[in-house]
């Protein structure tokens, strides 16, 4: 009977083991994220406002996912789903004198059952006194908020704009409502294709700073 039980329990391990599939998943690409934010490590990017203030980044940390494989399928035939993001970010993670935190997570995929759940599909973008993350995405020229995780958030596209006598192409102008903009002290965030993040407005003062 024993050796009967122990050859059952072998074959049911056998034919689950052969039912088994794994899936490869790509490295990460970091095409979209050059495009829209081309910040490189240990480069300081600056910003100044109209009346002289000086506020910068530095990246200094970055991390992308590299191919893999995981199963296929879980219990009960649940799948599973690859892991495939990545990150630039500042040590800084509080604004600190001149010193301003960023942090860029561009996920493309991640599996809903783990420990980054509360991260979606786009570019997670934290930035200087932001505390929740604002997800953009990235279809085509354009960059959009990416469905109901940004209430308190709006954004508005032009094709061309000059500023300090520099032209961006494809540029986002983000708003921040009041009352977010109160917890944060900012209400507007402009981002240019091909140059990042090229200026934001403080609140309430309103005082704007522009990429340097």
Known sequence: MKYTTAILALMI???VSACKKTRTCPAFDDTTLNTWFPYQT?????????????EMFTIEQEYYTQEHEIEKDRFLGKKYSCEINGERKTLTDSVLE???PLRLFHVVEHDIDNNNNHYFAGINMTFRTMVRPIILGTGGDKLTLAGSYNSGYSSEHFDV????????RNITD???ADKEADKIGMDKIYIAQGAGIIGY???PEGREYWQE
């Open 42 to 54: 240990g480069v300081t990017y600056k910003f100044i406002s109209s009346d002289g203030r000086q």
């Open 13 to 15: 391990i056998l034919a």
């Open 201 to 203: 407005r403080t609140y």
């Open 98 to 100: 001149e010193q301003i």
């Open 161 to 168: 704009w000059n500023v300090n006598n520099r032209n961006y």
């Open 174 to 176: 983000i708003t921040i």
